[in-house]
């Protein structure tokens, strides 16, 4: 802890009155704004006592010279967190009607020296002692490795808001096989109850921080369900808060030794369920296989004990496989986890897996390719973070046969070779909240792709997440964040933050709490340099391009549906056609198949010139290798608008500038298997 020592001075006539007034608002519960520093941002009401928030000015509106808004964006957090899992996993709350003496006090079950705090002992070791005070001491919570304390007290949020964050997706989060397996609860462990709970807190989070600026929709913290609205609010100086949603079983999918427990009408009716609470983005899958997708491994003891969980949810320990190409799956977790292993049955085990099959067996299931197109459908925006390879490289595929743009890695859970296949659709990327130094290391490795494409860059704080969070540098480090210090767009003070009678400093505490986010991206900026924090700074206006185009697009109209079809050859089978025409038809039961052997080709008549910019191909286990995109104005003479050599099945797209053109051929010349060349459907499209 650091102490700031003032100097004393006796008290004039106006600062006995100013003392009078503060003594007259406390015993009304209520804390005037500040006299020193008045304005639109402070509040008429706040409650007392309360935390510190220790930022001074005006925080910025407006957009720049351009017309873009500024700010940074936070693409992954927690604040409900708390009332997950069975309510008493995550200790405390952000905010309370009663103050902060009930908001930030620990889970009763921790008094008097944490021995009960399971779950502290299952993810970071020890035996989760620790002292349970929260306010007003705060002795050793919230703390940078206290994996089960609340970190997004609502005044910590302000403090990140006034430090130049525009822009907070708060996912709705919880897990049914943790929550039920938990000694402690105080609810029910379904899923979509968590959710609808997790929703309705945080618009009344909106309305208590509404009732300090004399009514609705006068805070600073604006739930938004539009990027138009989003804008509006940035532009205003405010917090655009996005519901996103974070969970194992969305619309009870989950499935049971792989029999999916939900349907397509499952489907339809959870996303419009989540769309009417305000959701507009969200994971398919998180932690455990689910019904509509496979996982991307957890590593280390936790990995252990979620692959235990993954047992009692589905039946089935995870299961692996080589990988098909440079992308693979976190190292499977190996280490032991006692204390969840010991809710295993008796005879049962977690398994050994084979160091060279780093990759989920189990990817996008037909109900996962119907989820993630109903989601396109209803604009929203897809996570793709926690998601396998063989699940994230078909969402891919998906989108990209769309031009869909809605493709959101918000906390480094993605396969890191496919950040250019996202921009690339327009998607946006935010960097886990690491150590500064790594974070700017990493930030600066994708440097040249984020120039290349125009975009800024986010962070995911992930925190009340489980994750662990930066720890400190130390008091002794060369270049220590020095305080006070300005805001990045220079209209703040920010000194050390206090709450009760704690006060926290990044390099000695590490980045306890979100109040310490405008501490951390001060550090960045040290260790890392003013561009990485450019680049953080341009995030805001980057998401919600991302968000604005999802939203925007239109689905394209098939120029190859029911066209004339003619090929090179087609397979001859006594029970079933293979004729060109079935690759044209409009259903994926049926295929084109060519004679077994190279130089083939599928040619599909338009019927008259139309500019076609982009053909997808969705092939059967018999697809090309390589192969080229030909295009004609007569059928006779052909041009080449694209080819590969690296052609690896499943659903491709090919997008080139827009030519003219009535026919257009696909023109098989290396086979990828020993059969020949076979297609489900051939889509073309003018963009």
Sequence with gaps: MTMTRRARRRPGV??????CLAVGALLLGLAPASSADPG????????????GIDVTGEPFKGTDAQGRVRGFVDAHDHLMSNEGFGGRLICGKPFSEQGIADALKDCPEHYPDGTLAVFDYITNGGDGRHDPDGWPTFKDWPAHDSLTHQQNYYAWVERAWRGGQRVLVNDLVTNGVICSVYFFKDRGCDEMTAIRLEAQKTYDMQAYIDTMYGGAGKGWFRIVTDSAQARRVVEQGKLAVVLGVETSEPFGCKQVLDIAQCSREDVDRGLDELHALGVRSMFLCHKFDNALCGVRFD????????????????????????????QHDNPIGLVPAAAAQKQLPAGVAVPAYAADAQCNTRGLTDLGEYALRGMMKRKMMLEVDHMSVKAAGRAFDILESESYPGVISSHSWMDLDWTERLYKLGGFA????????????????TDALRDKYGVGYGYGTDMNGVGGWPGPRGADTPNPVRYPFRSTDGGSVIDRQTTGQRTWDLNTDGASHYGLVPDWIEDVRLTGGQGVVDDLFKGAESYLGTWGASEKHKAGVNLAAGAPASASSAEWNPFTSYAPGRAVDGSRGTRWASDWSDDQWLQVD?????????????????HGRAYRIE???????????????AGDGGLDTAQFAGVPARYVRVHGAGRGTQWGYSLYEVGVYSR
């Design 631 to 645: 295009l004609s104005a007569d059928g006779t003479n052909w041009r080449t608008a694209w080819s590969t050599t």
């Design 430 to 445: 935010a960097q886990y909240m690491s150590g500064s130094e790594a974070f700017s290391a990493e930030a600066k490795r």
């Design 299 to 326: 590593q280390g003891a936790l990995g252990t004990a979620i692959n235990v969980g993954q047992f009692l949810s589905t039946g089935t320990f995870w299961q692996t496989e080589r990988c098909t190409g440079p």
């Design 14 to 19: 106006i600062g006995l009155l100013t003392l």
């Design 40 to 51: 639109w941002w402070n509040p008429t009401a706040r409650p007392a006592p309360d935390s």
């Design 606 to 622: 338009l019927g008259s010139p139309t500019l076609v910019g982009r053909v997808t191909l969705d092939w059967e286990r018999a």
